[in-house]
């Protein structure tokens, strides 16, 4: 069995149905279908039951996040590569695995592009060169990322973890283990960004912040500082959202934003 994909679902049966579709309708066949359901009530158990004779297993029953979820996955994977296409996200075309599979070439781990539906924008690895930066810089998106099976053997996903957990692995894997890794340029998913991680901004920093903390030593993170713009910086991109909420952070707001006007105009001078 060359691949696996897996979908994780909870009470998402229109988007459940979505990403069924565009796994079975693919024009590659050495695959299997796995879906992990976490005991929805929505009806998504009967838009499995109308597609079972296509998904070579699933199940539905609670557990204690996506994370958790995907390793339920990992665990009843038989492929070489694994794939998760949660429900929602689709494959990009019914030539999708078939494209892939031309480009693969034995990597540990191969990422490609995805479609951002809403905006109709593609978002793609700039730097084919995977380095430490580009993992700082740069996210995997996992819809569009497959993964040898047995990478999984050293470590499963952190289900500590709500939003980060990949970018964690992605880590451990390239730059602690030096696992092979290609970018390649093709479409792989349709992203849908209404799950936790694209509405979430503030859990995914926050995740993300942690991470860093936990991976590496202080001098790493001062560089990962310093490789910023001001507009690039995370706290930047916050400051919309921390603008919404009580006094207290309405006033670190307008001290942020007063420290880079006043740094600015150092810099200008």
């Known amino acids: 069995m060359k691949y696996s994909i897996i979908t ?9 149905e979505k ?7 693919q024009n590659f066949e050495d695959y299997e279908y796995i879906i992990i359901d976490g005991g929805s009530n929505d009806g998504s158990l009967d838009i499995i039951n109308n597609y079972k004779n ?16 995907m390793n339920k996955g ?17 494959l990009h ?6 494209e892939v599979d031309y480009e693969i070439n034995g990597k540990d781990i191969v990422t490609g592009s995805f479609l951002d539906r809403e905006n109709s924008v593609i978002h793609k690895i700039c730097n084919k060169d995977v380095t430490l930066l580009t993992l700082l810089k740069e996210t995997f998106n996992h819809q569009s990322t497959f993964y040898k099976r047995d990478l999984f053997k050293q470590r499963l996903y ?30 792989v998913a349709d992203y849908d960004f209404n799950g936790i991680s694209g509405t979430n901004k503030e859990l995914v920093e926050d995740e993300w912040q942690k991470l860093l ?12 500082e310093k490789m910023y713009t001001e507009e690039e910086l995370p706290i930047v991109k916050l400051l919309p959202q921390l603008k919404k909420y009580n006094s207290l952070q ?20």
């Not at 990403?19 to 309708?25: A, L, R």
């Not at 609670?62 to 958790?68: L, P």
Request: overall charge positive; aromatic content about 12%; hydrophobic content about 35%.
């Open 19 to 25: 990403t069924i579709k565009s796994v079975i309708n």
């Open 93 to 98: 075309s019914p030539n999708t695995l078939q």
């Open 8 to 16: 994780i679902n909870y009470n998402n049966k229109t988007g459940l």
């Open 54 to 69: 296509k998904i070579d297993y699933w199940i539905s029953e609670k557990d204690t996040g996506v994370y958790n979820a």
């Open 250 to 269: 309405n006033f670190i707001y307008n001290l942020i934003v007063f420290i880079l006007r006043i740094r600015s105009l150092f810099k200008k001078s």
């Open 74 to 90: 990992i665990i009843k994977a038989h492929g070489q590569y694994l794939n998760f296409m949660n429900s929602g996200d689709c």
């Open 158 to 187: 952190d289900e500590k973890l709500h939003i980060q957990s990949d970018s964690k692995f992605n880590m451990q894997s390239i730059i602690f283990d030096n696992c092979s890794v290609k970018v390649i340029d093709i479409i």
């Open 213 to 224: 903390h936990e991976l590496y030593p202080e001098r790493i993170l001062r560089d990962y």
